[in-house]
């Protein structure tokens, strides 16, 4: 049986099909403005409009299908970037210029073959992205955080701030909801070690995970929050709302930039701040960055213990200058000494997540904060990570080890039902602690 007679059969060039995929996406571009659908019936009107189109086309069936994703995506989706976001495999996607899109897959990044027509093209994409969120990206305001449908976060920038035009960056969202066992699978870090950071916030310790861009602070912060009881009301702080708790007393807050009519932004300093009025056992802020910092511990120090953030340091002492930065950024005039003391009495641990150089994710550090020496924060190193080489297929190799010291805390958690064997703190056994 012979295909259909047409140029646009199986033996139809990829030029015809890009050219009448463009037309198919110029026709119902207009059609769509021209009626108007609520933005809820857009997506049917569009595909069931685009598949009366193709039934009056002879296309062969490979031909239908490649047209019609490519249309469904520039008008519906991301553009060429659609099926990037479609593949689970893909954890990053990097927009650098119509013809230069990064991804990182399995921890290592690599270049693809997608390529945009032009900036402009790219440009309607963020557009796309942005605007059903209420939010705009111009000359005067260049650049924008978002989140997909999917809780995918973006990062969008267009000139005059990118140099070399419009550039997109993807955090995708995982679908599936990762767990402790997962990470303790995937050697992030060891079943005592998981076992004892639940104990840490069960028991109610304030907790800052600190790390590098995309070192997995979130991702920690989010199966480390999983482990609130139930009976506790918890509020989290997000730029983008990422985290996936299940827990019933749950109010999420999201902040929201300035807009050009004037309205003001709201920032997750006023979000920490109100967040006080809203009678919450745990805060959760999803990284803080600012002036906020002060604020955050003020109620780490004020009755909402056990609550959790996420910072930007390499090292849990370089954790303690950021969060001294930070606090001074808030714009009032402490003495340095008054500044660490705050922080000594409000965090409890400080969790170090690296990501290591063949890609993976690893718990590196749990240091506890203990007090002040003079001018000094002093921490004990209660586990670190100890790297022994690497395989022949270049993965890094190494355990997290304890370092001999009992944390300060232990009668804290001792108090809540946990019993720690001291042999998780010396090496000589790996056993998680014991709840009573």
């Known amino acids: 049986m012979t295909g259909p007679a047409s140029p646009l059969g199986d033996r139809s060039s990829d030029e015809e099909l890009v050219k009448l995929g463009r037309n198919l996406i110029e026709t119902l571009a207009r059609e769509l403005e021209s009626a108007s659908p609520p933005p809820e019936r857009q997506g049917a009107v569009v595909r069931q409009r685009l598949d009366e189109l193709l039934g009056q086309l002879p296309l062969a069936k490979e031909g239908r299908v490649q047209v019609r994703q490519h249309v469904l995506d520039e008008l519906l989706g991301c553009g060429p970037i659609q099926p990037l976001i479609d593949d689970p495999e893909i954890s990053e996607i990097m927009v650098n210029a119509p013809d230069n899109v990064y991804v990182e897959k399995g921890g290592r990044l690599q270049k693809t073959s997608v390529v945009f027509e032009n900036h402009a093209h790219i440009r309607r994409i963020i557009e796309r992205i942005v605007l059903p969120l209420g939010r705009r990206i111009s000359g005067s305001s260049p650049t924008v955080d978002a989140r997909l449908p999917d809780g995918s976060r973006v990062n969008a920038v267009v000139p005059p701030v990118g140099i070399d035009g419009p550039t997109i960056t993807i955090r995708k969202f995982r679908k599936d909801k990762l767990t402790m066992e997962a990470l303790i699978e995937y ?60 827990q019933d007393n749950l109010v999420r807050l999201e902040t929201k930039p300035a807009e050009s009519d004037g309205d003001k932004a709201v920032t997750i300093r006023d979000l920490v701040r109100n967040s006080l009025r809203m009678r919450p056992d745990r805060i959760v802020v999803g990284e803080c960055r600012g002036g906020e910092a002060l604020d955050m511990l003020q109620a780490m120090n004020t009755g ?16 303690i200058a950021r969060l001294e930065t930070m606090v001074l950024m808030a714009g009032i005039e402490f003495p340095l000494k008054v500044v660490r003391q705050h922080i000594s009495s409000a965090v409890d641990v400080i969790v170090q997540q690296s990501r290591l150089k063949d890609g993976s994710r690893r718990i590196t550090n749990l240091t506890e904060v203990t007090g002040m020496e003079g001018d000094v924060v002093v921490m004990n190193e209660v586990f670190r990570f100890e790297q022994t080489g690497a395989s022949t297929d270049s993965k890094v190799t190494g355990q997290l080890r304890p370092t001999g010291v009992r944390p300060l805390f232990s009668p804290r958690l001792e108090t809540y039902g946990f019993k720690l064997p001291g042999e998780l703190f010396g090496g000589g056994s790996s056993d998680p602690p014991r709840r009573r």
């Open 187 to 246: 050697g992030s870090l060891t079943p005592a070690m998981g076992e004892l950071l639940r104990a840490c916030v069960v028991s109610r310790l304030n907790i800052v995970i600190s790390g590098g861009t995309g070192s997995g602070k979130t991702t920690l912060l989010n199966v480390l929050s999983r482990f609130i009881p139930e009976t506790e009301r918890i509020v989290t702080i997000e730029d983008s709302a990422e985290l996936m708790l299940h």
């Open 304 to 319: 909402h213990d056990g609550s959790l953030t996420t910072i930007h340091a390499n090292t849990p002492r370089d954790a």
